[in-house]
């Protein structure tokens, strides 16, 4: 029997375990080397005084990855051989595989123990995993759609495989998923692990699903309300979505036989934008969900003013354009997109060394 989960973070700050329903909960613990996120113990105490099991994961960014892994194998100490640890590895933080396995194999090094890896299912195929998939199980996140749910028995997740896994240990099939006990959504997630199995791999042993119940990458397990979608193109995603916006792809049937396979995923991601709320949007914006510059104002249409300004005032900064620089953008590089220079760009945002911008930064353009 599969087991249902929530993850949580920050942003679910007040959550009281002991009124949502979950067999397990995994929460951020780290960011970089410089974040460390105040409810993650809290969280972990109270799911161990609750027998709950539980997880803990480092989201990465663009610093170096072995520095990293010191930071979390430093800020966690505590939580290995009890809970299970992984690696959140999407959109900043995407720093390439070897990069990634550089981490990985320094949190093994110091603590015997390996982590899960967190990704977009697009992320499976777009980048080389065969080095890191033979030893780390597979978190992947996959919606259906936008629309609030409880806990699903079998949520969609169409085949098409996973790169380089032949399945997937955990999968996260929602970011608005609605539970008793907390007003607010939730990252639903379903484990195809047994208790035990969960246990074996946060003290260091076998990193993998449980063979009876996992999906594998042959097979497809679609909800009956969602059609199968088999991507029949390496294409980013956000790409696709752009193509549309911009009116590349046409309409109805002409759209649809453009895309291929690939129209019902790309349908739904702009269901999603169009429907969700501007702090919703906002938010992802934040996670780095709609890329940067022109390709997240081509994907967000109509929609990003209104989200973008949102960020532009959490962050303090006004309605100007702002760039959130990307993992080996240099200065000059994201001048030369927005048809500026590196020295209008520096003295804008008060650089006293332009050489010196890290992921995630976020730039005033004009």
Not at 69 to 77: G, H, P, S
Not at 83 to 89: F, I, K, R, S, T
Request: glycine share 12%; charged share 20%; aromatic share 10%.
């Amino acid at each position: 029997m599969a087991l249902n989960g929530i993850d949580i973070s920050d942003y679910q700050q007040g959550l009281d375990l002991s009124q949502v329903s979950c067999d397990f909960m995994i929460c951020k613990a780290t960011e970089g080397t410089g974040i460390v996120h105040s409810t993650c113990d809290p969280f972990i105490q109270k799911a161990k005084a609750l027998g709950k099991l539980w997880g803990f994961y480092h989201f990465m960014n663009g610093e170096d990855p072995v520095a990293q892994a010191d930071y979390f194998v430093a800020n966690c100490r505590g939580y290995f051989g009890s809970g299970v640890p992984v690696l959140d590895y999407e959109m900043y933080g995407r720093i390439g595989t070897s990069g990634a396995k550089k981490f990985l194999d320094r949190v093994l090094d110091l603590t015997g123990v390996r982590c899960v890896v967190y990704m977009s299912r697009s992320v499976c195929t777009e980048e080389d995993w065969s080095a890191i998939a033979p030893n780390h199980a597979l978190w992947v996140a996959q919606y259906a759609s936008n629309d609030p749910t409880g806990y699903q028995d079998e949520p969609w997740l169409p085949g098409g495989g996973f790169g380089a896994w032949s399945t997937c240990a955990l999968h996260q099939y929602t970011s608005n998923g609605r539970l008793p006990g907390y007003n607010g959504p939730l990252d639903l997630d379903i484990g195809y692990l047994t208790p035990d199995a969960w246990t074996s791999i946060a003290r260091g042993g076998k990193n993998e699903a449980s063979a009876s119940a996992a999906p594998s990458s042959g097979t497809t397990e679609p909800a009956s309300t969602h059609a199968s979608v088999t991507p029949d193109s390496s294409e980013n995603l956000l790409d696709l979505v752009a193509s549309v916006m911009r009116g590349e792809r046409g309409d109805g049937d002409e759209r649809r036989t453009s895309l291929g396979k690939r129209y019902d995923e790309v349908q739904r991601f702009i269901d999603y934008v169009a429907s969700a709320s501007a702090s919703q949007l906002a938010d992802d914006i934040e996670r780095g969900r709609f890329g940067n510059g022109s390709l997240r104002r081509a994907v967000l249409g109509e929609r990003y003013d209104e989200a973008q300004g949102i960020v532009n005032q959490r962050a303090g900064i006004g309605s100007e354009r702002v760039h959130t620089v990307q993992a080996g953008e240099t200065l000059s590089d994201i001048a030369a997109h927005y048809g500026t220079s590196w020295q209008v760009l520096a003295q804008t945002n008060g650089m006293a060394n332009p050489n010196l911008i890290y992921p995630g930064q976020m730039i005033v353009i004009d």
